[in-house]
Every structure is written in C-alpha cells, then in structure tokens.
C-alpha cells in the first residue's frame, strides 16, 4: 500500500512555457501533500505543503506565483511551473501523508525531471 | 539555523559486509526521525523511523540507533547486497510539525 504516481516522469520544455506535474495517491487518501525539488548530487529541499482544498503554504524563497499548487481532491496534487526558466530544470518529487498523526509516515512519488531548455 | 547533516559523503563497503551510515542533528526539540533509500532518478523509499524516545530499532536487515545526548543517529545495513547502493537521507519532525527536514545524504556503494 501507500503507492504515490507522478506524471510525468520527464518533461522537456522551451523556456517561457509552463509545465504542469501531477502527484497522486494510488490506495490511500492524502490529507498532505508535499512537493519538494532536488538539484544534482543534492539533498530534498522542501517547496510548499498542501492540503486538501485549502491554499498551499510555501517555504521561504519559493516564489507561489512562479510554482503554482493546487490539491483539489484527497489524491491529487499539482505543481504549475510557470514561464519556466533553464535554472528551473530539477528532479521535482511529491510525497503525501495521511495527516493521522505524530509518525504520520510521507510516502514520496518516483519523481518528475524537468528540463528547461 | 537548525540542520541535519550526515558525517560521511560516501561510503564503499564490500559485499556481505555491514555498513553504518551516520547522521548529526543540530534541532534537540526533533522527536521523530526517517531513513530513506534514493536510488538514481528515483523517489525516496522509506526503510525505518524511530521514535525519541527510543533508542534501537530493528528491521529486516537494518537497524536504526539513537543517541539523543549527542544529537546522533546511525543506519546499520547488515550483509550489504548489490541493490543496497543508493543515496541515504536521514530525515527529522518535530512535535506536530508535518515537514521533515532530510540531511545531506550520504552515497553507498557496495562492491562486488
């Protein structure tokens, strides 16, 4: 149990184009989702956290109108990069989360490689 | 700020052999940590938490220890397999917070 999907799992796009990616959960119902970027050789740095059906809470230094987040149901998360910069090609990983409590495990998705030409 | 950084960049270990991998951790008020599994262009996969209050935590082939005196935790891999090559992240929570804050990582390698 507890499979995350993302699509797709490689995108190439122009700069100045938006990118949609979708995270969702197969067998499970996501309270919290979370989407996380990872450069080369680097660790996950967190960019938002979001909940079901309310506005995405960002990290410091992510631009929300840049990456645009939306969670409109209990199994799907998406991630708008919008007018995509060649500094905006990354490994883009989702995870989700019941939201039922202290160990609450996240379950991350197979990730998205975005390139930005 | 606070952080969670691992002691070794990467590791080698023969075949069957056992690995430890290490994580520091600055935050005392962290009461939950995760170890995960990355392999290339993959997502991370979930291999053992532990509690604070806890100390030892047993898996299938792995075990996770906690020091909280000095802030340490380790990954014990026993009989280290080919497919146990990846990146090691440790991650932590603290109290109700659902973010985790992932370390550095940490490359194994294991050779044949």
């Known amino acids: 149990g507890a499979v995350v999907s993302q699509h797709p799992s490689r995108v190439i796009c122009k700069s100045g184009t938006s990118v949609k990616i979708e995270c969702r959960s197969l067998?499970?119902?996501?309270?919290?989702m979370f989407w996380y970027r990872q450069f080369p050789k680097q660790s996950l740095m967190l960019m938002a956290t979001?909940?079901?059906?309310?506005?995405?809470?960002?990290e410091q230094g992510v631009e929300k109108d840049k990456f645009l987040i939306n969670h409109a149901s209990l199994t799907l998360s998406t991630l708008t990069v919008t007018s995509a910069h060649p500094e905006d090609s990354s490994f883009y990983i989702c995870s989700a989360t019941t939201g039922q409590g202290f160990a609450d495990t996240q379950y991350f998705g197979p990730g998205t490689r975005l390139t930005v030409l | 700020g606070e952080s969670v950084g691992l002691h070794l960049p990467t590791l080698s270990v023969q075949e069957g052999d056992n690995s430890i991998i290490n994580c520091a951790y600055s935050?005392?008020?962290?009461?939950?940590f995760i170890w995960y599994k990355q392999e290339s262009g993959k997502g991370p996969q979930f291999i053992i938490d532990i509690r604070s209050n806890m100390d030892k935590r047993q898996g299938q082939r792995v075990t996770v220890l906690l020091n909280k005196t000095v802030k340490h935790l380790s990954l014990q891999i026993a009989a280290t397999q080919p497919g146990d090559s990846a990146v090691y992240f440790c991650a932590e929570k603290t109290g109700g917070n659902e973010k985790l804050t992932f370390g550095t990582g940490t490359r194994l390698t294991i050779i044949p």
């Open positions: 067998d499970f119902q996501a309270t919290t």
């Open positions: 979001s909940n079901e059906g309310s506005k995405a809470t960002y």
């Open positions: 935050n005392s008020a962290s009461d939950y």
